[in-house]
């Protein structure tokens, strides 16, 4: 390997590492697609990884995240800008934090942490703060399950879930911990949890499961009183199922829900709360997760995983509230979302132009890895049997081959571009049981290359990887865009990369 490739390969290992707050060196093999992708920084053809990062904007977003091969060591509440920059967190300790709440003055935090792996009777309330004036203090310390808080509406008290004895209620507390006190009585035989509140018309909504598990929607002043039934939980049936997570929109007229229908099928949905009419917003075959109106009404905020199109861990989305697909926030595949917030601060998305697909024939195509190259760079414009052929190469006892395609965005200021919509087809000449195909991008903010799509080949035909993103943490302040296409075998006789096609179309702003 260039001595370069390794100085980068050895810097990206310590800044993925760097993001959680236990410092700990994974196994070589857990680097791979970055191993593999950092050759490209030192090929011909290619300017490298000089480009920098953009400045980011104030903290607009609070989205508890773990990782998924060690979600215990490497967890946080990370705070970022609309935009998916910065690099700020709140103040941390051992533990996964999980359903952090802005309180309404915009700067105390209150969220939930497991303090022993795996242990969902180990978690804890906990305070803290945006800015650190507010020292982070625990609000309850006992063996049941504290979990998913809350602010009451006068900002003075904490309702949250207390599970004991596998049956979970609400309760509430004050803001120096305390005895807490029952605040909702489940219908017997069931639970009641995952409480929201609303400031303005002072009510309360949350999930309540009958004695089979089955979650339906209650809504009733912030006292408890007047309780009614809000939504039926749809066809869902089984313990789990139902409607699950409601938060209001910032006028109160209108809840946004999962609502989980089996463990592969999960909706979007919203309820007017003056006709208890639901719609159906978004369907994801997998999960939805922690669904938020942003505060200018314009758009749903939501983690989601879709493990058919490859792409399982929960990862921090938005889409338009009426109509339109899901975009990535948080491409990134080694974090899992397990809490969400979005703070007042965060502005509607700006007005956009048509899509416009880059002309891949114009953009810097290196090889990441592997020999026996042929082909051009127009046999990557369309799906269309035309393809470009990579070789693998032997690298720490896998077979490996890939490319990296470096893009120039067509807009004024890195900062137009509202939207990337990616998309390759490949497909592999040899597949095992722990073959991969991985879709990446370049993050220039933490020097390192992100997959957002990786997939398990069951056939060695053509595979689609494809996502959309509004990250601008993988955009350079150049206004540059790297895509890898990796191939990541098992060990063995040499295999093909036969890549069709590298697509990305760009939605900029609109200019006046």
């Not at 993001?19 to 970055?34: C, E, Q, V």
Request: charged residues 20%; hydrophobic residues 40%; glycine residues 10%.
């Amino acid at each position: 390997m260039h001595p370069d490739a390794v100085s980068l390969l050895r810097a990206g290992i310590a800044g993925a590492e760097g993001n959680g707050h236990h410092a700990a060196m994974r196994s070589f093999a857990t680097w791979l697609p970055l191993a593999a992708s950092v050759f490209a920084a030192c090929s011909s053809g290619g300017s490298g990884t000089g480009n920098a990062g953009i400045d980011p904007g104030a903290i607009d977003v609070l989205a508890c995240r773990a990782r998924v091969d060690d979600p215990f060591r490497f967890a946080e509440i990370a705070t970022r800008d609309g935009r998916n920059l910065g690099l700020q967190r709140v103040g941390d300790r051992t533990g996964t934090e999980r359903d952090v709440r802005l309180h309404p003055d915009g700067n105390r935090v209150v969220f939930a942490r497991e303090r022993t792996a795996g242990d969902p009777g180990s978690r804890e309330l906990f305070l803290s703060s945006l800015d650190g004036t507010v020292a982070e203090l625990r609000l309850t310390q006992n063996s049941d399950r504290d979990d998913e808080p809350c602010w009451a509406p006068d900002g003075t008290h904490i309702l949250f879930t207390n599970e004991h004895d596998g049956s979970s209620r609400i309760l509430r507390i004050g803001l120096d911990g305390g005895a807490a006190e029952a605040w909702i009585t489940p219908l017997v035989g069931g639970s009641d949890g995952e409480a929201s509140c609303h400031v303005a018309s002072n009510r309360l909504v949350w999930s309540r499961a009958d004695g089979n598990g089955r979650h339906v929607l209650w809504l009733a002043a912030a006292d408890g009183t007047g309780a009614f039934q809000l939504t039926d939980g749809g066809v869902a049936a089984g313990s789990g199922n139902g409607d699950r997570q409601p938060a209001f929109s910032a006028d109160g007229t209108r809840v946004v829900f999962v609502r989980r229908i089996n463990n592969q099928l999960a909706l979007l949905c919203l309820c007017d709360i003056a006709t208890n009419t639901v719609t159906t917003r978004l369907q994801a075959l997998g999960e939805l997760g922690w669904p938020r109106f942003a505060p200018a009404g314009d758009r749903l905020w939501f983690g989601i995983a879709e493990p058919l199109q490859g792409r399982t861990a929960l990862r921090l989305a938005h889409a338009p509230l009426t109509s339109g697909a899901a975009v990535l926030a948080w491409p990134d595949a080694r974090w899992q979302l397990t809490g969400l917030d979005l703070r007042g601060t965060l502005a509607a998305v700006p007005a956009a132009a048509a899509p416009t697909t880059l002309d891949v024939t114009r953009a810097t195509l290196e090889i990441a890895a592997g020999s026996n190259v042929s082909g051009t760079k127009a046999m990557l414009v369309s799906a269309d049997a035309s393809e470009y052929l990579v070789e693998t190469t032997t690298f720490d006892g896998r077979e490996i081959a890939g490319i990296n395609v470096k893009f120039d965005l067509p807009v004024t200021a890195a900062t137009d571009v509202l939207e990337l919509r990616v998309r390759s087809v490949a497909r592999s000449t040899r597949i095992d049981a722990s073959s991969r195909l991985r879709m990446s991008i370049y993050n220039p903010v933490d020097q390192r290359f992100d997959t957002c799509v990786e997939l398990a080949p069951s056939t060695t035909g053509v595979q689609t990887m494809e996502f959309t993103t509004s990250s601008l943490r993988h955009v350079t302040q150049q206004k540059q865009l790297r895509v890898t296409v990796i191939a990541d075998l098992e060990p063995g006789a040499r295999a093909q990369l036969w890549i069709d096609q590298v697509e990305v179309a760009l939605v900029a702003r609109s200019t006046p």
